[in-house]
């Protein structure tokens, strides 16, 4: 009983403090469970819907701490990608960390991301233009918010061909 005790205390310690931080503009921790989502196929390039869902029986517990012009992002989280037209899944493991970091027009993505671009920025980036990427992802945005650039030091692999 006394463990119990012990933990629920530190929980109850570290809700404080996360309430305190946040009442002072300080980060913010927060919970984001993975919602399924479709990326369609006019979006993503691979000539079918793709259903992103939190993997079954896996962890889906990711935590975001949210500062100023950043985030870090930590914890499990395990996607099924799923070929709406042919049902062909894949399990991916796209756990944190990672970091996002954002200015007026430039978007870093550091760590495991899943990204949908524009063809031709994904074409003059030599990146497939829906990926599972894995490093230092820089994107620059126009005044409009459109992708504008995308550069990678990491990988990359190519959704569309994990489901054909």
């Not at 949210?66 to 756990?95: H, M, R, V």
């Not at 970091?99 to 990204?115: A, E, I, M």
């Not at 074409?123 to 945005?141: D, I, K, M, W």
Request: proline share 7%.
């Amino acid at each position: 009983m006394r463990p119990f005790r012990v933990v629920s205390a530190l929980a109850l310690l570290l809700l404080a403090f996360a309430l305190l931080a946040a009442a002072q503009g300080k980060p913010i921790i927060q919970i984001t469970p993975f919602t399924p989502f479709v990326v369609s196929a006019a979006d993503n390039g691979c000539g079918f819907d793709i259903l992103l869902t939190p993997q079954a029986g896996r962890p889906n517990r990711e935590r975001t701490i949210l500062f100023t012009n950043s985030e870090i992002i930590a914890g499990p989280l395990f996607a099924t990608f799923q070929n709406l037209t042919t049902n062909k899944t894949d399990n991916e493991n796209i756990s944190g960390p990672g970091t996002f970091t954002f200015s007026d027009n430039t978007f870093v993505l550091r760590g495991p991301s899943f990204v949908v671009l524009p063809e031709s920025v994904a074409q003059t980036a030599g990146l497939p233009r829906t990926a599972l990427t894995n490093g230092s992802l820089v994107l620059t945005f126009d005044s409009l918010g459109n992708i504008t650039s995308a550069s990678l030091s990491g990988t990359a692999r190519d959704v569309c061909s994990l489901l054909e």
